[in-house]
């Protein structure tokens, strides 16, 4: 695997090939390499076009603070940015962004990553660069006879042309998530005098084509589990095929596009009219990953972002080995700290319930407020907030994390700290004991199999009248691997025979819980459509007083937020509307 790491890396620094790709809207460069020398028909080992296919898996986003140096969750009710300055994600959480300045990070329509002279010249990286790159390697690779056949016989070319359909497929449901409809361009490479000033296809169609590639791509990818999975684990399966579709179903289903699109008769925006066989086609999607009984929860929960090749991985961004997450968002006032870039809010940390399974809100919990993180008391917390988040007294280097004010992670000096009385846990190595921090892979986990659990668990209790066993058997199975006590009921601190209006809340708060910093709730939150209540509120904090061994715990403001309407889909560039009479604008930008 990190062969093919290192692979990625050279080939898209050197821009051997994918220089080619630039915005749909704009004329191409003539520098790129010709097609004959990428695709050509002399070449049996296909290095070249498989060179070029390496270069398009490198605009797969790794979510690793890849936000100008925050993870998008900081741009939600989970987290805020610890840096001070302009913070692209603060930007986003207070409404202070428009059509000419979008953050970068999160601009995927017109990304560049600077590489060269001079110093504003850069590889396209946008999605859209990805699309146009797919689009030539699926044109010409059937040029290149390629030798060899993947196990289940289907000749090595045309499973490299699905692996960059996938991609495109890929890149189509990023764009859509965020923007809503978007141009579809099929094969179609466009050259340098052709018209390009493309209308934005509907919402519906931009779905139908997503699913469509899907089905049509699925049984020519690899199989998991995979043959040789150290060099191959980065490359899309069948179920990664299956697991895209059933995410894009599940956002199709959803409220924000399915009966609430903030533009009732606009087809870019979303559907038109609600159709509850929306959720069952989503719940069918999940349930054919399932079926494939190949994946399986990992037994534990860090292991999943440590361990390559678990069982739970469905798709993967490939990472380095390193301690670069640590560096970045470990706590500060260690030898070997980091700078704390991520401060997780108070509001996510309540949403972790006891180990009994039941709310911090629930009289019955056994919550302390006086020992909130049952650090001396029983019960205990969910193992999953230890999992996610640094708080006061978590061990961490072989010692304990002092969050307390004036304490070793909060000094109160004018060094970069929490704002919270938290850092982020997650994603980082075994290193609780050790004097040193532990080296592990960062790749970034883009489909889990929880996910497709807890999908399927959504889109069923949607579309029932009342949640049935099948929503409580996903719960039950992701709350059990998490740490949670079955109880005596063996329903996991579950409340039987709820509505489907009190299961909807349970899946949304497990949504929080399991996926936290994994770039699901800046989503969840608009999909959902309830991101003008949750984003229009204060973001809060813990600030601890320490007086002897007596700790007091008193909440704190860190960040008023703003949300309106209009922010439920980012806005198309302003130069894309610009130059383009056709492109129309979204809603209220």
Known sequence: MKNHITK??????????LICGCRKSETFPVDKVTDYFVFNPLDSAGDAAHGYLYQIYAIVKNGHNRVAGDYLDAASDDAVSSKSGTVQVRLMATNGVNSFTFPSGENFWEETVATGIPANSGTPSSYWAGIRAANTFITHIGAVPVKGQSPTGVPMRYVWQSEARFLRAYFYFELVKRYGGVPLLGDKVFALNDNVALPRSSFADCIKYIVNECDAIKDSLLSYPLVTPDADNYRPTKGAAMALKARALLFAASPLFNGGNIDAANPLTGYTDFQADRWTAAAKATQDVMNLNTYKLDNDYKDIFLTQNNSERIWIRPGSITTSVEGTNGPVGFAVGGTGNTSPTQELVNSFPMQNGLPITDPASGYNSSDPYATFTTPKRDPRLTANIFYNGSMWLNTTVQTFEGGQSKPNTNIQQTFTGYYMRKFMGLSENSTTLVQHSTDWVV????EILLSFAEARNEEEGSPQDDVYKQLRDIRGRAGIDPGADNNYGLKPNMSKEEMRE???????????????????????????????????????????STLTYNPITVLNTAFVKKQYLYPIPYNEVAKNPNMKQNPGW
Do not use: C, Q
């Open 447 to 450: 489909f889990r199999y929880a």
């Open 506 to 548: 349970v899946i949304r708060n497990e949504w929080r819980t399991e996926f936290a910093f994994e770039e699901h709730r800046f989503f969840d939150i608009r999909r959902w459509k309830i991101a003008e209540t949750v984003m229009n509120r204060p973001l809060t904090g813990i600030s601890i007083i320490k007086i002897g």
């Open 8 to 17: 990625i890396l050279l080939i898209t620094l050197a821009g051997t090939a």
